[in-house]
């Protein structure tokens, strides 16, 4: 997608700092991270949001599939153990700032509950 900071990460147009990637996501550590980890699994299919996410066997497949990344990042950064969080905010109220979608892993320290 034009213009999408994301996009343009997976296509190698803007420095990240990958950790991960397979045939779907990219995985960077966060520019401007909230915790010890805070890694960004990003699909290499430009979705908006989860609002744009079908409902059909491939989209499905994928959203699975980023929760098995997120935890096999998890276990390669050493927080499978203590605990983490993955987080997907949806839309500006949610603080989504990159209009692709895209799941936030944090750990590494003990995460403030509540919101």
Same mark, same amino acid.
């Given at each position: 997608?034009?213009?999408?900071?994301?996009?343009?990460?997976?296509?190698?147009?803007?420095? *990240?700092?990958?950790?991960?990637?397979?045939?779907?996501?990219?995985?960077?550590?966060?520019?401007?991270?909230?915790?010890?980890?805070?890694?960004?699994?990003?699909?290499?299919? #430009?979705?908006?949001?989860?609002?744009?996410?079908?409902?059909?066997?491939?989209?499905?497949?994928?959203?699975?599939?980023?929760?098995?990344?997120?935890?096999?990042?998890?276990?390669?950064?050493?927080? *499978?153990? *203590?605990?983490?969080?993955?987080?997907?905010?949806?839309?500006?109220?949610?603080?989504?700032?990159?209009?692709?979608? #895209?799941?936030?892993?944090?750990?590494?320290?003990?995460?403030?509950?509540?919101?």
């Amino acid at each position: 997608m034009l213009n999408c900071n994301f996009c343009m990460i997976v296509d190698g147009k803007l420095p *990240s700092e990958r950790v991960y990637e397979d045939d779907d996501f990219i995985a960077v550590k966060d520019i401007h991270p909230k915790a010890p980890v805070h890694v960004l699994i990003i699909p290499k299919k #430009h979705y908006d949001s989860i609002n744009d996410v079908g409902e059909h066997i491939g989209d499905v497949d994928l959203m699975g599939k980023m929760i098995i990344v997120a935890k096999r990042l998890a276990k390669k950064e050493g927080i *499978s153990a *203590s605990g983490y969080r993955m987080t997907i905010n949806n839309g500006e109220d949610a603080g989504q700032e990159v209009d692709h979608i #895209h799941m936030h892993l944090l750990g590494g320290e003990p995460l403030r509950v509540g919101f």
